[in-house]
């Protein structure tokens, strides 16, 4: 079992840059396809960005493609989402999961078995 933390978060302004981690213990991330999901208060969870276990696959929700980018480093068991140019809609509680058993999900939520405990992003216009 694999246990998620994820950090980075905070309050930043309308165009900004941040980078979420997420680092992972208790097994090795490369066994695991990986996904970031977020969730705005009063809406349901989205799919943001999936990563393939070996990280040559990447998928993004229209909403971030082209500013956000998913990248992992299986040496340091962390798994990032950078996150350019963000806007106020990207304000959210980020949330990462993993998936064991399959190389590649992309946003099938119900496929990920382990999800940290999020972190919040907010951003001011």
């Known amino acids: 079992q694999v246990q998620l933390v994820e950090s980075g978060g905070g309050l930043v302004q309308a165009g900004d840059s941040l980078r979420l981690s997420c680092a992972a213990s208790?097994?090795?991330?490369?066994?695991?396809?990986m996904g970031w999901f977020r969730q705005a208060p009063g809406k349901e969870r989205e799919f943001v960005a999936a990563?393939?276990?070996?990280?040559?696959?990447?998928g993004y929700a229209d909403s971030v493609k082209g500013r956000f980018t998913i990248f992992r480093d299986n040496i340091k068991n962390t798994v990032f989402l950078q996150m350019n140019s963000l806007k106020p809609e990207d304000t959210a509680v980020y949330y990462c999961?993993?998936?064991?058993?399959?190389?590649?999900?992309?946003?099938?939520?119900?496929?990920?078995?382990?999800w940290g405990q999020g972190t919040q992003l907010t951003v001011s216009s």
């Open positions: 990563i393939s276990k070996d990280g040559r696959t990447t």
């Open positions: 208790g097994r090795t991330l490369s066994t695991y396809c």
């Open positions: 999961a993993a998936d064991p058993t399959t190389y590649y999900t992309g946003s099938f939520d119900a496929n990920y078995d382990y």
